[in-house]
């Protein structure tokens, strides 16, 4: 269970230097890169990824941001700058599969980057785990227990509405034996962490309330022991409530990646 | 016979009213760029048989869905009924389908059901909205007018209902009293209750049973040539408008094709442009957003079902996404009559954004989907702010400072944090 990895992650570049090909390109992300917390769920994904086995690569250094916060906000030169360079070197690997650790950048790369000539297969993390659960390469065994214990589950926009992928974070879930329950507002209906159209990026319009707050408020209600989490910029954000809320000693805010490798011992 | 003349008359100049104002309505959508929804065609029409015939997304919010439905379902099938209207006042016949018997007798009751109902889901929505004041009705782009709007439109429904059912209960008691030109047809399982309240003499009978069937028909054609005032448009739009919905991913935003070109051209110098619309980046004004935006606008019932699941309005900003269509609507409206008044390319140095939708409301947006979501007819608030921001980000280098920086990160650095690209992988290596 050390948070070290006791494993080389191969990056794109060593891969094709020895001739090789991968089956997935793990895209990381910014926030999967560089933000501490994500940082964790970032090497859960790539324990996860060893740990079955599958042939995958990361681009490292070689990757940059999707343009996603540039184009919510606006700013489509940008973006498109971005997604061109970042297709270039996507393209030039002859990347045909990916999975992302964050939606921002599975709606981007799935949904965007195809009408600029980038057409791969796109699955969030929480997608991949699913199908290795359900091909029986992952289980809940072999780690912590989270018999009993209550889960809520929040919706990410751009997994859920955005992409209409509700189910797979939950299927992930349910191999737990654990308790879930779900928000009053929730798949189709779910609030809103706050982050989302760059809004993670800057404070907030005055109002009377924060928007993780309001919806911190409402997964507390089902008196959950773990929030989880399929996206960096909702990690973030429901964290904060929940320390604001001083709860950060009986609730646990644990990415769909977290609660998997903890379940397996990995 | 005069009266087959003056209700010809009456039928035409209605008719002709609405005609006029349809065309200033297609004229303003057209301000509208282009926009392609051509793709899918058996998809689009299942989408709008689904949501706008099927009401399916109603359904979220269950009384008001079944209430709605009756409304509906009453208001299409009574419309049956004029047709017969129609054609008794064109050629002074009554009761023209009678000769259907049975099937007459089974129309005609439904009809009262169906009526009555209407009658009832009129009076709780008033209810809803005068007593109970249910707190979606109510916000700052609710001003007077849209209130009275749904007032108007509810308190009218009732008064047609009223009319027809006391048509037929008049009718029902000349039928009886044997009285000349009212022919024994049709069966009155609601009004049969109301023909103790009506006088017993004929001739009161027949000016109630006349005036009710006037008042029932000029009331629907005034009805009719109300809708382009009102926000009730929806009774029309709703079906072009989920049609021509957006049948991607919602998460998806256009990429624009402008943009593309000056992308390439920049990476790659022997690239030769295909053609794209001209006008500024992102929209400043009605005409900079798409004819589809501009349907929506006109479409919009200002439910406000898009308002109440908005996190930045629910947590107390000033975002709203009904405002948003109203405001793009009281725009497009005002361009259209500036436009009536001394055509073509006349400024009134207002736009969309500033005059009507301010920055603020803009940046709240966290372009969750909520609102897309929520609408019951598919329509799209979000494409239009984003058009807004568009126009504000890269037109006019105008967006909040912190937005800035982190555009400033994404282009140095290729992250939205100061970070160094060269510390990108250094997440495998820490712990």
Known sequence: ?266 | MIAQIVFIAITLAAIALFSYNIKKVIRNIQLGKSADRSDQPHKRLMTMLKVAFGQTKMFFRPIPAFLHLIVYAGFVIINIEVVEILIDGIFGSHRIFSGLGFIYDFLIGSFEILAFGVWLGCAIFLIRRNVIKLKRFSGVEMTKWPRSDANYILISEILLMTAFLLMNAADAKLQALGAHHYTNAGAFPISQYLQNVLPNSEGALVAIERGCWWFHIIGILAFLNYLPYSKHFHILFAFPNTYFSNLEPKGEFTNMKSVTNEVKAMLDPSFTPEEAEPGRFGAKDVNDLTWVNLMNAYTCTECGRCTSVCPANITGKLLSPRKIMMDTRDRMEEVGKNIDKTGNGFDDGKSLIDSYISREEIWACTSCNACTEACPINIDPLAIITELRRYAVMEESQSPASINTMLGNIENNGAPWKYSPADRFNWAKES
């Open chain 1, 1 to 266: 269970m050390s948070e070290q990895l006791n494993f080389e992650v191969p990056t794109m570049a060593e891969l094709i230097a020895k001739g090789e090909e991968p089956e997935i390109l793990f895209w990381v992300g910014c926030a999967g890169s560089y933000d501490e917390r994500a940082q964790k769920t970032t090497r859960d994904i790539c324990k996860i990824l060893h740990h079955v086995g599958i042939k995958y690569a990361v681009l490292g250094t070689e990757e940059s941001c999707t343009g996603d916060p540039a184009k919510r906000a606006g700013n489509e030169f940008l973006f498109q700058m971005q997604a061109m360079t970042n297709i270039e070197v996507l393209n030039a690997y002859n990347i045909k599969k990916i999975v992302t650790g964050c939606p921002h950048c599975f709606n981007t790369i799935k949904n965007e980057y195809p009408g600029l000539g980038g057409s791969y297969e796109v699955i969030h993390h929480t997608q991949l785990i699913q199908q290795l659960i359900d091909e029986g390469k992952l289980k809940a065994e072999g780690g912590e227990s989270f018999k009993g214990k209550k889960i809520t589950y929040h919706d990410p926009c751009y997994l859920g509405r955005g992409n209409g992928v509700y189910e797979a974070p939950r299927k992930a879930l349910e191999v737990l034996d654990a308790q879930l329950v779900e928000m009053k507002r929730c798949k189709s209906n779910g609030l809103c962490c706050g982050a989302g159209g760059a809004q993670m990026f800057k404070e907030p319009e005055k109002g009377n309330k924060d928007i993780n707050i309001e919806r911190i408020e409402e997964a507390l209600e089902t008196q959950p022991n773990i929030i989880a989490a399929g996206c960096p910029f909702c990690m973030t954000m429901i964290s904060d409530g929940v320390k604001l809320k001083d709860q950060d000693q009986n609730v646990q805010v644990l990415d769909i990646a977290e609660i998997t490798v903890r379940a397996n011992g990995l």
